[in-house]
């Protein structure tokens, strides 16, 4: 979970290893991206692609940071990131409001705290939708 690709100097330094890349999808930024809609049909959609592509337990992992990133915009924090990024994740703080995000928050410590304990009565995956579908209400 490096930013940057091992060059071949570094690999060197291990002969026996193998490097592997594992890009995060265009599926999970698209639902990420998506979280400030009330369009929650396409919401769980984009969900479902990113759980498929990527994973249940990365899905959770991104939306923690997103939600953390949101959190810090909508308290007038400092966002770390691209301009780009940072402009995207102002607007969609805005959109959301104060309330949605500090909803968004509990739930997912609720949930994260939930999943670790082993007490999750749903899968993960239908836990995330679940909470979708609560947003987009």
């Known amino acids: 979970w490096e930013?940057?690709?091992?060059?071949?100097?570094?690999?060197?330094?291990?002969?026996?290893?193998?490097?592997?890349l594992f890009p995060l999808s265009s599926a999970l930024f698209a639902w990420l991206d998506q979280l400030h809609q009330r369009d929650t049909k396409k919401t769980v959609t984009l969900l479902q692609q990113a759980v498929q592509s990527d994973g249940a337990e990365v899905c959770l992992t991104m939306l923690i940071r997103h939600a953390a990133m949101l959190f810090?915009?909508?308290?007038?924090?400092?966002?770390?990131?691209?301009?780009?990024?940072?402009?995207?994740v102002h607007k969609q703080a805005t959109a959301l409001g104060q309330q949605r995000i500090i909803n968004l928050h509990e739930q997912l410590t609720f949930l994260d705290y939930r999943h670790k304990t082993g007490t999750l009565t749903l899968?993960?995956?239908?836990?995330?939708?679940?909470?979708?579908?609560?947003?987009?209400?």
Do not use: C, D, N, Y
Request: no cysteine; charged share 20%.
């Open 123 to 137: 899968s993960l995956a239908h836990s995330l939708e679940r909470l979708m579908l609560e947003m987009g209400e």
């Open 72 to 88: 810090s915009s909508i308290a007038g924090t400092t966002v770390a990131g691209h301009p780009f990024m940072v402009q995207k």
């Open 3 to 20: 930013k940057k690709k091992l060059t071949a100097a570094q690999l060197k330094l291990f002969p026996s290893a193998t490097a592997q």
